[in-house]
């Protein structure tokens, strides 16, 4: 009888893990899919409209997405937006993203406070680059000096990891 007791204990735990996981994850990819239709809106008009959409919109959606138990965001080692740095239950995972030494499509952590976390890699692709790459245009690099004066975040390539986005659920 103790070892069913056990062994029920366990299952319920991996349950209860696993429906975490998938209720992050599910947080996560409706952020990251409304914030990427606001940038190729953006993008239609100009690319200085899809960078107030990252000025502007997206800390909101963020938000949006974010409640009591779960917060959503990005983060990046080479951050634009000086809000976007990482924690320290961050630091580890992306680094060892930045090594290749991980490459899965996301990466769950036991938080501190006994919570899960959840990172999952942004990668630069084409589109990116009007923002991101290493010819931007001076219209474009002006808005964004002025924005962010401490960007980081610019002389990507097609590939390069540009950050994460990520999620949290609170016990």
Known sequence: ???FIIGAFLLISQVSFADEEKEILKVMKAFGKELKAELKKGLKKSE????????????????????????VGRVSSKPR????????????????YKQKKLTAAYTKVDLPSGGVGILKPIYI?????KCHGSNI???TQK?????YPKDK???YKIGDLRGFIWGTKSK
């Open 153 to 155: 975040a610019t002389g």
């Open 1 to 3: 009888m103790k070892h």
């Open 81 to 96: 937006n000086q809000d976007n740095h990482n924690e320290n239950w961050m630091s580890q995972t992306i680094e060892l």
């Open 143 to 147: 808005l964004i000096d002025s924005h």
């Open 125 to 129: 692709n084409d589109v990116c680059l």
């Open 48 to 71: 200085i409209e899809a960078l107030k959409v990252c000025h502007s919109m997206a800390p909101k959606i963020a938000k949006k997405y974010s409640n009591k138990k779960i917060k």
């Open 137 to 139: 245009s001076s219209k």
